[in-house]
């Protein structure tokens, strides 16, 4: 499937309501350990920043705190409201930027949004876990815009109540995610007995043109690129990747692992 509307980062092989009240968290607590959507705790972080491209490690332990109040990523969702109007979901701007595609493009670039729409792969959220919310805030601290159209990526490890954050924010929507001293951590950290839980990053908002251009793609679409399904797959491969989640501050979507493969045909 060909993406025209949006600039997407390239990743090489391995690369990568209201917060005031209740946020729900999507997985549930187990007798065993925590989710690895629950809150964490920073326990120790290791600076890899380079050129401009953030890129952090994160040693966390995971805890039941409930999400913290979140005043940048609240102005975000305001920014965004505002901008866009205060009735977007994360489903509907999934189910517009399929209609772009089916209008502008052909019926069958549409389809997998209708897949995603319909329940067919993955599962769109409207809320967002304790771990996005943190990870989001972390993010949109670091950059002055209200709506920051660049990207962070996640990766999420665990072993038992004790985690490891690859972290990393692009320079630009172009450009490897993660950097090499982070990408070699991977296999080490697999060697010490962490599962690779998630691989999360952010669809950005476009702000560039009027929101009531039927053709604009507003971006904020929680759906995998390409890019994306490719990296997933190959993660899945070589180091077991459970699940991959692509937040817009608002809901996400939630693909695991054992439904990867349905991705293959949108290729």
């Known amino acids: ?49 380079r050129a401009g491209h953030v890129a952090e490690v994160w040693k966390i332990q995971f805890n039941t705190n409930t999400p913290p109040r979140a005043r940048h990523l609240m102005a975000h969702q305001n920014a965004v409201r505002d901008f866009f109007g205060h009735g977007i979901t994360t489903r509907n701007l999934i189910q517009r930027q399929g209609e772009i595609y089916r209008r502008h493009v052909s019926e069958e670039s549409a389809r997998p949004y209708d897949d995603v729409s319909q329940g067919r792969v993955g599962h769109i959220g409207e809320n967002l876990s304790c771990l996005e919310v943190q990870i989001l805030e972390d993010f949109l601290s670091r950059i002055p815009e209200a709506i920051p159209e660049r990207e962070f990526l996640a990766y999420v490890f665990q072993r038992g109540n004790e985690g490891v954050i690859l972290f990393s924010i692009m320079p630009s929507l172009a450009g490897g995610a993660m950097l090499p001293g982070q990408l070699r951590m991977i296999p080490e950290l697999i060697a010490q007995g962490f599962s690779f839980k998630l691989n999360l990053h952010n669809h950005p908002f476009a702000i560039e043109r009027p929101r009531d251009d039927e053709a604009y793609d507003w971006g904020g679409a929680s759906f995998p690129s390409d890019p994306d399904v490719r990296m997933y797959l190959n993660q899945r491969n070589l180091f077991q990747l459970e699940a991959a989640r692509v937040t817009n501050g608002f809901g996400h979507l939630h693909i695991p692992a054992t439904e990867f493969s349905l991705m293959e045909a949108w290729l």
């Open 1 to 49: 499937m060909k993406f025209f509307l949006k600039s997407f980062f390239i990743y090489g092989l391995i690369s990568l309501s209201s917060l005031y009240g209740p946020t729900k968290v999507y997985a549930q607590v187990s007798t065993q350990a925590l989710s690895c959507l629950s809150c964490f705790n920073i326990v120790e972080k290791t600076i890899l920043t």
